[in-house]
């Protein structure tokens, strides 16, 4: 079987071996043919954290080829999207079925590829917040990975949706998203106060997020791209929005693994239903993964990077 495992000489830290063993799958598990699967941006430091014959790919959709042996989840035939923690850029996998949502005809193993990472942590972040209808939400690096979700599921929600871009060419954007507001810069002292602020960016941008805060408001503190540390006192709480007794959740989404099928299914309906676009800004054969790596890195791509495989 062929798949991708990291090797040090490899472009990208990568080499596409063909002696793979097939999975044996659990009796939970059902073996998926890989038909496309994501990039995110965290792998790229996985693959420099396990730099010799660790097998990565979390983001995967595919074709149910072995129905699960306890006669749980999907059956054979049945196109699928799966939440992996690792061996996803592969022909085949075996995937716990509390990890699958099977895909309705009118969503693309494109489009369900490029869901999982990204949309469960935008989908999940969005819940610390509670009920938003009708509350204001900040979506901070809205139109990254992660933000570009957020801000279609918060709009989708009944939220009033600000969008925080890093500049004037990403604006137009996130207006197509579905904002109602976007900014480049959190200085202007006419937005907030926010319900809810959902935070990918970090560095400086966490502690000026937290100061536009509403008191007792939550702020979902997802990522930090940038790698910058982010200094925060208890000052920053009483800022303009004077958010007093608001809550800064560090914020991990695949917990709890056991709905992680569930909130897939959900996501999967938003997208058939018209609600949820995934943006993918380029799509290439699998044995292309090494120079998709490379545009990712350059930034010569807007949106998701999604491979095909087969």
Same mark, same amino acid.
């Given at each position: 079987?062929?798949?991708?495992?990291?090797?040090?000489?490899?472009?990208?830290?990568?080499?596409?071996?063909?002696?793979?063993?097939?999975?044996?799958?659990?009796?939970?598990?059902?073996? @998926?043919?890989? *038909?496309?699967?994501?990039?995110?941006?965290?792998?790229?430091?996985?693959?420099?954290?396990?730099?010799?014959?660790?097998?990565?790919? &979390?983001? $995967?959709?595919?074709?149910?080829?072995?129905?699960?042996? =306890?006669?749980?989840?999907?059956?054979?035939?049945?196109?699928?999207?799966?939440?992996?923690?690792? /061996?996803?850029?592969? /022909?085949?996998?075996?995937?716990? @079925?509390?990890?699958?949502?099977?895909?309705?005809?009118?969503?693309?193993?494109?489009?369900?590829?490029?869901?999982?990472?990204?949309?469960?942590?935008?989908?999940?972040?969005?819940?610390?917040?509670?009920?938003?209808?009708?509350?204001?939400?900040? @979506?901070?690096?809205?139109?990254?990975?992660?933000? &570009?979700?957020? $801000?279609?599921?918060?709009?989708?929600?009944?939220?009033?949706?600000?969008?925080?871009?890093?500049?004037?060419?990403?604006?137009?954007? #996130?207006?197509?998203?579905?904002?109602?507001?976007?900014?480049?810069?959190?200085?202007?002292?006419?937005?907030?106060?926010?319900?809810?602020?959902? /935070?990918?960016?970090?560095?400086?941008?966490?502690? &000026?997020?937290?100061?536009?805060?509403?008191?007792?408001?939550?702020?979902?503190?997802?990522?930090?791209?940038?790698?910058?540390?982010?200094?925060?006192?208890?000052? =920053?709480?009483?800022?303009? #929005? &004077?958010?007093?007794?608001?809550?800064?959740?560090?914020?991990?989404?695949? @917990?709890?693994?056991?709905?992680?099928?569930?909130?897939?299914?959900?996501?999967?309906?938003?997208?058939?239903?018209?609600?949820?676009?995934?943006?993918?800004?380029?799509?290439?054969?699998?044995?292309?993964?090494?120079?998709?790596?490379?545009?990712?890195?350059? *930034?010569?791509?807007?949106?998701?990077?999604?491979?095909? $495989?087969?």
């Amino acid at each position: 079987m062929r798949g991708f495992i990291t090797d040090p000489a490899g472009a990208a830290g990568l080499r596409l071996a063909d002696d793979l063993p097939e999975p044996v799958p659990a009796a939970d598990e059902a073996v @998926v043919a890989v *038909r496309a699967y994501a990039l995110n941006s965290d792998e790229r430091n996985l693959i420099a954290r396990r730099p010799d014959g660790w097998r990565p790919g &979390q983001d $995967v959709s595919g074709l149910v080829v072995r129905a699960a042996a =306890d006669g749980t989840g999907p059956a054979v035939g049945a196109r699928v999207v799966c939440y992996l923690d690792w /061996e996803g850029w592969a /022909e085949r996998i075996a995937v716990p @079925v509390r990890r699958i949502a099977v895909l309705p005809d009118n969503v693309s193993f494109e489009q369900a590829a490029a869901l999982p990472i990204a949309g469960i942590t935008a989908l999940r972040a969005l819940r610390v917040g509670g009920a938003v209808l009708g509350r204001q939400v900040l @979506v901070t690096g809205a139109t990254g990975g992660v933000g &570009q979700f957020a $801000v279609q599921l918060a709009v989708a929600a009944g939220a009033t949706v600000t969008a925080l871009v890093s500049g004037p060419a990403r604006v137009e954007e #996130a207006r197509a998203l579905g904002a109602h507001r976007v900014v480049t810069t959190l200085d202007g002292d006419t937005l907030g106060p926010f319900h809810l602020v959902l /935070e990918g960016v970090g560095g400086p941008v966490l502690p &000026q997020a937290i100061r536009r805060v509403a008191a007792g408001g939550h702020i979902a503190w997802y990522g930090n791209p940038s790698r910058r540390g982010a200094e925060i006192t208890l000052a =920053d709480f009483f800022g303009y #929005a &004077q958010g007093w007794n608001a809550h800064l959740v560090g914020f991990i989404s695949p @917990v709890p693994e056991e709905t992680l099928g569930e909130d897939l299914a959900i996501l999967v309906a938003l997208v058939s239903d018209g609600r949820l676009r995934p943006l993918i800004g380029l799509v290439r054969d699998w044995t292309e993964t090494a120079t998709a790596f490379a545009a990712f890195e350059d *930034r010569s791509a807007r949106g998701k990077f999604v491979l095909t $495989v087969g």
